[in-house]
């Protein structure tokens, strides 16, 4: 079991680039998450999705869209990145509500 | 809205002495309360997880925390320091929904 799976591990891009950052979970689990942790603030919820078939903005979903594709898979993309979106972005998911996180390995992005 | 603050982003301790991480929180329902540590270029885990059942929660690696109502407290103690415990370490709150809001995070340094 790999748990969850993020890729890439890194990246670069240039200002107005886009990409998708991919998470895949094998544990059957309802809900997922996209979060970046910058230094002195902390892990910020971007985006999650409780269950498949529905998505909800966090605390800064401003230049960024998800889609659950299915129960395994969330995405996140980046339509026109700028520099204010380096960070390391964490995928996470859990059974439910109120129940423990598991964490990706994260995806580091720099946009220069 | 819910909130977590972790005074202290960088705490330093002898290795043997007590290890002592700070969290309060804010919420207007009764929260779900947790732990995690994330070591270097890893995601993070969970150490411990409050839910009601009792005021005191022992986590792994010898790590507990006390939730104090009266206080708006949740904070993290170890009696004795190991080198292993080096890390950063995040409280997360939750107001019984989906979402997750984490603190800024605290730097555990341990010394010889």
């Known amino acids: 079991n790999a748990g969850v799976t993020q890729t890439p591990k890194f990246q670069v891009l240039k200002t107005g680039q886009s990409m998708t950052l991919q998470c895949a979970q094998d544990m059957n689990h309802n809900s997922m998450y996209w979060y970046r942790q910058d230094p002195g603030m902390g892990l910020r919820l971007i985006y999650y999705s409780a269950s498949e078939g529905t998505t909800d903005k966090g605390e800064v979903p401003n230049g960024y869209n998800v889609s659950r594709l299915n129960k395994r898979e969330f995405s996140l993309r980046l339509e026109s990145a700028a520099p204010s979106q380096t960070s390391v972005y964490f995928c996470?998911?859990?059974?439910?509500?109120?129940?423990?996180?598991?964490f990706g390995s994260g995806t580091q992005l720099s946009v220069l | 809205a819910q909130s977590v603050t972790q005074l202290g982003s960088h705490v330093s301790v002898s290795e043997g002495a007590l290890v002592l991480l700070r969290c309060n929180y804010s919420s207007s329902v009764p929260p779900y309360l947790f732990w995690y540590v994330q070591y270097p270029n890893q995601g993070l885990q969970l150490l411990l997880k409050y839910t009601s059942a009792a005021t005191l929660v022992k986590g792994i690696n010898g790590f507990e925390a006390e939730f104090k109502k009266s206080e708006t407290s949740f904070h993290l103690t170890k009696p004795s320091a190991h080198m292993s415990d080096a890390a950063e370490y995040f409280c997360?709150?939750?107001?019984?929904?989906?979402?997750?809001?984490f603190g800024t995070g605290t730097r555990l340094k341990v010394l010889a």
């Open positions: 996470a998911t859990t059974t439910g509500a109120n129940e423990k996180l598991f």
């Open positions: 997360a709150v939750t107001p019984r929904t989906y979402k997750y809001i």
